[in-house]
């Protein structure tokens, strides 16, 4: 016995119990983690949206059009935000556009925003499912 265990005393060493009990837990969160991550990743009622950003086009001190395209199921109508940015980054102008439901999965669309000043920049914000 050592100075220190006389001192405060030994501590109590795991049972196979205690040890089986926390790999059991352990295994169990980590089998959940995995099929939430399966489940969520396969789900087929999902819709797959994105967009892209291609060109904008300064048209003058207030307007700006932007060029963009979305991909999304065949027949799924989405609405989109589109911004306009100054040289401090700043949002000058932003137009929603509801975008008709098409029969190609990916789709091009040219917006004209108003801007409250001179933009340096135009591009899609944010799409989603309508």
Known sequence: ?????????????????????????????????VLWVWWVGTDP???????????HEIVDETTVVVLFEVSVDPGTPVT?????L????SIVGWAQVDLPASD????????????SELATTGLVSECWVT
């Open 86 to 89: 100054n040289t401090a980054y």
């Open 104 to 115: 190609k999965f990916t789709s091009t669309h040219r917006v004209e925003v108003r801007t």
């Open 1 to 33: 016995m050592t100075d220190l265990e006389a001192r405060y005393g030994r501590t109590r060493s795991r049972t196979r119990r205690e040890r089986m009990l926390g790999w059991t837990v352990g295994i169990g969160i980590l089998l959940a983690a």
């Open 45 to 55: 009622a999902s819709t797959q949206l994105q967009s892209r950003d291609i060109g």
């Open 80 to 84: 989109c935000g589109v911004e306009a």
